[in-house]
């Protein structure tokens, strides 16, 4: 087996994509209409939030995607920064828009859920606070990135900018546990305590949870699926571009 | 085959319908993306070799 290495090549990373984004794509959808038919149609009401819960099975998987996409986004960044490979901070570009959707879906799920349940669409709780900033950092990002015509320059600045915003990615997954208060809950699916069952604290049922890990597969699936497309995308652009700068010049 | 979602229904319905129309749209135009990308390299590509 070879070195990961290999794939700072952008022609060795652009035919492997190629080879392995059918089946991921496949998969991804198996698993997202899997997780969603089921948890939809064949789950009951919770006794406390009736018919919401079912809201779950979106709200979760976008928080988590939302959060994790930032940090797959740091190591490609940190990737770029320490060792100069264009295929890696390309990927973290081609993932941006992905998590700008992903927390824009959660943000929302979440309003909507939160109204019925706490009686208001928003509140300025740590956790959700923390997630706004992260949204407003993908999208910084994202204008960064499109403002910059040095690819260098900008693949430079959006790094840091990553680097920076991490805090946000971290608060909005442990900001109930540093501030303890708010209207947001802790973790009760994504727990080790939770999914051992070695706590006593509230978890998700497991007539919910196993749809819920079905859907959250799924998304991860579908983002790794986009992240080969949007980055073999990214690799076109710019091999595009330079022969064009060369037809220019001849 | 509808389930009885009472009176959260608007609720539960726009969640999945505004979730289900982002990830769509994503995909799409991912994949809208991608073959233009390919198109103009291809382009590019076939005039630099003649």
Not at chain 1, 78 to 90: D, G, K, N
Request: hydrophobic share 55%; aromatic share 12%.
């Amino acid at each position: 087996m070879g070195s990961i290495w290999e794939y700072a090549n952008p022609v060795k990373f652009s035919r492997t994509a190629t080879l392995l984004l059918p089946w991921v794509s496949i998969l991804a959808a198996i698993s997202l209409v899997t997780g969603l038919v089921w948890g939809f149609f064949f789950t009951p009401e919770d006794f406390r939030q009736g018919s919401t819960v079912k809201i779950i099975y979106l709200h979760v998987p976008s928080a988590l995607m939302a959060i994790n996409v930032w940090f797959m986004m740091l190591v490609t960044s940190l990737i770029w920064l320490i060792r100069r490979h264009h295929v890696s901070v390309l990927a973290a570009k081609a993932a941006a828009p992905v998590g700008v959707i992903m927390t824009l879906i959660a943000l929302a799920t979440g309003a909507i859920w939160g109204q019925p349940m706490w009686g208001t669409w928003w509140v300025w709780d740590p956790r959700l606070t923390a997630f706004l900033i992260l949204f407003l950092f993908y999208l910084g990002y994202i204008a960064l990135w499109e403002a910059i015509d040095n690819p260098d320059t900008a693949a430079d600045l959006t790094s840091v900018l990553c680097i920076v915003g991490s805090v946000f990615a971290l608060l909005s997954r442990y900001a109930v546990n540093f501030w303890n208060q708010g209207l947001h809950q802790g973790a009760s699916v994504m727990r080790a305590g939770a999914v051992t069952g070695a706590d006593t604290q509230e978890k998700v049922s497991n007539i919910f949870f196993y749809p819920l890990l079905l859907c959250i597969i799924g998304f991860v699936l579908l983002f790794v699926a986009l992240v080969f497309l949007r980055t073999r995308t990214e690799i076109h652009k710019r091999r595009t571009k330079a022969l064009l700068a060369r037809e220019r010049l001849g | 085959m509808m389930p009885e979602l009472g009176k959260y229904a608007a609720e539960v319905m726009s969640a999945y319908a505004a979730s289900l129309f982002l990830l769509i749209a994503m995909v799409l135009l991912s994949v809208r993306s991608a073959r233009k990308a390919r198109a103009e390299l291809a382009a590019a590509e076939a005039r630099k070799n003649g």
